[in-house]
């Protein structure tokens, strides 16, 4: 059929094994969606397919995944969140869909400018800057992982992306250009 465009979808993903934020950018709506996958009391391999499954269900379909990378000068749990990782990262491939991985700083900066920000600067950045209504620091990072995505993906596509200067040099850390 031709003259049939496929609409775009752009999924960030900021996994946590307790509470990873996800969240969805479409040209089918207006209206980002979002939320967090909570396995609750599942440990160890339950939990892991928990959080696989539903990440899944979310991806799919998707144009681009942004994944947040790991954060190295964590002292707890990096071995598990390092599984949760690997697991993620496999079960997309596995499904063919593309990703990118963000480091943590490269994400404050296109938020807030700073790549040292904290965390409620994200927040804060997210409600001003993106209209996000919540307050959780996991499906904000996530509402910014899907920019990223999309101004990622666009910039690959040779199309006009209105960011500013430390926005554009966080995709371009990203593209390693």
């Known amino acids: 059929m031709a003259g049939l465009t496929t609409l775009r979808r752009f999924v960030g993903l900021d996994l946590s094994l307790t509470s ?75 499904a063919g869909t593309p990703f990118i991985v963000v480091a943590p700083p490269t994400l404050k900066k296109l938020a807030t400018g700073k790549g040292n920000a904290p965390k409620e600067a994200v927040l804060a950045a997210a409600i001003r800057k993106l209209g996000y209504p919540g307050s959780s620091n996991d499906e904000a990072d996530a509402l910014w992982l899907a920019h990223m995505a999309r101004a990622v993906y666009m910039v690959q596509q040779g199309e006009d992306v209105p960011l500013t200067n430390p926005q554009m040099a966080a995709i371009r850390k990203v593209l390693n250009v």
């Open 20 to 94: 990873t934020g996800w969240a969805v950018l479409s040209e089918a709506t207006s209206t980002p969606s979002y939320g967090r996958v909570r396995p609750g009391k599942l440990r160890g391999e339950e939990r892991l397919v928990r959080i696989r499954t539903d990440v899944m269900a979310v991806a799919q379909a998707s144009t681009l995944v942004a994944i947040e990378g790991y954060a190295f000068g964590a002292r707890q749990g990096r071995e598990v969140l390092g599984e949760l990782g690997g697991v993620i990262r496999v079960a997309l491939h596995e």
